[in-house]
């Protein structure tokens, strides 16, 4: 099989491997967890609304009767319900091999997260970063462990206020505050594979393109030209699956389809913005990020 035609049937099996997904009800999330799934990976579904999660859980087990899938509860917008989640993982299982940080919000209206940050920066990136170091030591605990960040192309119109970070001095943009998100999203890769420095555990990102999920439900415009341009749920996850398991990938490596603005296609090795590579500020927002979770990193 060619390199550029890379699909879910270059998952090699997954058995005795544990993965979470965030947001996995729906959309890419969803996708996600039913190749690991399907590949005979336990895959747990991390989601807000139980029933929704229920839903997809049965849907995999429809489609797949041998799959172990097991849904646990996590709200990204609420820092206590992450140390809950972690801690609910951490009593069951004593390592984690792939962590998924896929959940997002897109282009609200203005809101905040239950600890006062502004919701597509506390949901997208506060909220994973949160969960990611209460889980590392299991994730170091399992050999050849991942963790892959999901961000999107719209970390080019990304540019952190740290003056502003929850958007209380400035007129609220969703498209602006998204796109912050998620080179925040690209910044904690950089930043985190830095800090692990561990051929035991790689830290990816990827991107899905233009992809038709529940996300777009915000933009009238979106959901129209989905009809057009949009690839299907299944195409649009596979460059995390890649970003997830591909051999060949490296700490830091970006994940996205091969077409026309990377659009659509099969996944590659995409490059970022320039800003997204910036060292200083993916370092000033690995501090922020700490001191407003009031986690620090350790890997003891």
Known sequence: MSTNKWTAENILDQK???????????????????ALANKNAKVIIAVRNLAKGEKAKSKILSLNK??????????????????AFAQEFKNKF???????????????????????????????HLGH????????????????????NVASAAHKYGNIDFNDLNWEKRKYKSWRAYGDSKIANLYFTKELAKRINDNNIKVTAAHPG??????????????FLNNFFAMNQEQGAL????????DSANSGDYY?????????????KVDMTKLAKDDTIAKKLWQVS???????FSLN
């Open 16 to 34: 005795g491997r544990i993965a979470i997904v965030t947001g996995s009800s729906s959309g890419i999330g969803f996708e996600t967890a039913k």
């Open 290 to 296: 700490e001191e407003l979770t009031n986690i620090k």
């Open 66 to 83: 041998n799959a172990d899938v097991e849904l646990m509860k996590l709200d990204l917008a609420d820092l206590s319900s992450v140390k």
């Open 129 to 148: 970063f949160a969960l990611t170091l209460q889980l590392l030591d299991l994730i170091n605990a399992a050999p050849n462990a991942r963790i892959v």
């Open 94 to 124: 004593q390592k984690l091999d792939l962590l998924i940080n896929n959940a997002g919000v897109m282009i609200p209206p203005y809101s905040k997260t239950k600890d006062g940050f502004e919701l597509q920066m506390g949901t997208n």
């Open 256 to 268: 996205g389809p091969d077409g026309w603005q990377e659009w659509r296609g099969y996944p590659v």
């Open 239 to 246: 460059p995390t699956l890649r970003a997830a398991i591909d």
């Open 210 to 223: 233009w992809t038709a999920t529940d996300l777009q439900r915000h933009s009238g415009l979106f959901s």
